[in-house]
Every structure is written in structure tokens, then in C-alpha cells.
């Protein structure tokens, strides 16, 4: 394939993405889906399941991180999201219809990905619970202390790869 052909194949492709997205803004979800994937957040962060790599069937045989947002959005009524990686959820795979956000502009509900290692870019996912100007609470799969909810730290922030505004039944 020749120099040419391969940037307007990248042109295309940069046109089609740009005029998909243009206009739209990023809303969240529905009252009615927002609503019910906060209680869900909370009822799994109440029952504090530990943390298993790959865990995603239920709070009582512990969940991972993305495990523990696609029970959540299952039990919330999310309509077409499937089981999938933090890495895939990033990237708006899965059936997690979503918009990329700025960190600065994150609301309540919306997903965060960290990334810890290179070698796993977005490999840690979780949903801010609370943003007010005194600061944010995000809950996640801790690998030490299972499904919590706590203020982000300073370790946390500084290692946010990307936020995912959802926006399912809108």
C-alpha cells in the first residue's frame, strides 16, 4: 500500500470518526439508570466482596474490578452491556455506550480507568461515587481490601488514564 493511500485511508477514517461525534455532548445516563447503577454501586461497596482476578458472577464469590461495574450495570438494567476488561470498557467496548471526558470535568457515575503498569494501559477501572469541590469518592476492586469506597488520593488522581461519561438511555 503506497504513502498516499494509507494517509487517506487515515483521513477518511479521522472524517468519519469526527463527524460521528460532532454535536454531541456528553450526557449521562438516564435518571432512571443512573438511579439504579448508583444503588447497585452501593449495595455490592456494603457487602465489601474480596477481590478474585477475573471475578464477575456474584458478591459471595468475590469480583474483580470490571467485574464488579458490569454486575453493578447488569443488576442496574443497563441495557447491552456484556462482560468485558477495564482495558475494553476504555475503549467503549462491551456494549459500555460511553463518551470520553476530561478528569477535571467528571461527574457522579462516571467511570475511571487507571493505569498502574505499562504494560496495562486503562487496567484498572472503577466509578466516581461523589464529586464535590472538596473532593471526589470513587469506588473500585481493591487487590488488597476487595470492593471499597474511598476519597481519591493522591495516587489515585495522578494516575487516571481516561474517564468514560456513560450515557445508556438518554
Not at 35 to 53: D, K, T
Not at 68 to 76: F, M, R
Not at 120 to 141: C, D, E, I, Q, S
Request: glycine share 10%; hydrophobic share 40%; net charge positive.
Amino acid at each position: 500500500m503506497t504513502r498516499k493511500r494509507v494517509l487517506t485511508l487515515w483521513l477518511l477514517l479521522f472524517s468519519l470518526l469526527a463527524q460521528s461525534f460532532a454535536g454531541r455532548e456528553a450526557h449521562a445516563l438516564s435518571p432512571q439508570f443512573g438511579a439504579s447503577f448508583r444503588r447497585q454501586l452501593n449495595f455490592i461497596v456494603a457487602r465489601n466482596p474480596r477481590y478474585v482476578w477475573g471475578g464477575s458472577n456474584d458478591i459471595a464469590s468475590a469480583l474483580d474490578c470490571s467485574g464488579y461495574i458490569y454486575l453493578a450495570a447488569k443488576w442496574a438494567g443497563l441495557p447491552g452491556v456484556t462482560r468485558t476488561t477495564a482495558s475494553r470498557m476504555a475503549q467503549g467496548l462491551g456494549g459500555w455506550t460511553s463518551i470520553s471526558v476530561s478528569p477535571e470535568s467528571a461527574e457522579e457515575l462516571d467511570l475511571v480507568f487507571w493505569t498502574f503498569s505499562v504494560t496495562r494501559p486503562n487496567g484498572h477501572v472503577g466509578a466516581f461515587l461523589k464529586v464535590t469541590p472538596n473532593g471526589r469518592v470513587v469506588t473500585h476492586a481493591s487487590g488488597s481490601r476487595g470492593v471499597i469506597a474511598e476519597p481519591m488520593g493522591r495516587r489515585l488522581t495522578e494516575t487516571i488514564s481516561r474517564v468514560r461519561r456513560l450515557n445508556m438511555g438518554d
